[in-house]
């Protein structure tokens, strides 16, 4: 098991943000956690990054327990895995190739010219050419987000998070993103935890599915087991259920 997660709660502020989570992701698996805004997805993600402390419950990500991590574990761990932030996150003072390297910069010894070489492959693998010299600002939103995705994936990580990948995307855009995921997904080998709350995503790339609402994980299933959930929530989430139909405009 590459996270293990069991009655996880998370408070902040003396509010309860997440609520007995239990979830399982193994190795090469591609875990969707399904919800709307406000559900708790990025807190549970900053969970999983050792960004926020949880209260009660288990947590284990590869093979470390978060309740009891040390500094330098923790910066291991950080290194096993990559992040691709919403909205992309990249510094806009720096050029592409320095946002997608900033890993190896900080932490590695490398000389400049093997790093802008490791950027440009890992560009390459999301479908960018010519780009290392450019500024952000000079990139269209579906290439910075290639660019975060590229940066995620230049330490070379076992476990890759998404935070709403496709949010803010048009509907093409958001497509060929979804696309490369599921080749990054192939060619990288990763073990992949995507929050989102779009649909498209669950249904095309998730092994299981976890849905959640106010903090709570409501069913968890693949996307057809989803499709036959008795539970209300679901049912309204997914668009098939009566919940829908008889809603009022
Ligand atoms: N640092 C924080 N302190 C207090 N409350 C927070 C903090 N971060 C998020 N929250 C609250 O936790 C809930 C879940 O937030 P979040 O995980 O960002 O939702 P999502 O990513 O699913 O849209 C929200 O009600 C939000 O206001
Ligand atoms: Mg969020």
Redesign the pocket.
Known sequence: MVIEIEKLCVT??E?E?LEEISLNVSENETVVIL?P????????LKTLLGLLTPSKGKLIVLGKDMFNISREELLQLRKKTGMVFQSAALFDSMSVWENVGFYLLEFLRLSEQEIRKRAEQVLLAVGLSDVLDKMPDELSGGMRKRVGIARALISEPELLFYDEPTAGLDVITSTSITKLMKKIHREFKTTDLI?THDLSIARHLADKIAVINE?KIIETGTWEQLLHSKNEFVKYFLNIGAAYENERF
Request: glycine letters at 26%; hydrophobic letters at 35%.
């Open positions: 902040l502020k509010r943000i919800g805004s406000g559900s708790g997805k990025t807190v549970l929050v903090g």
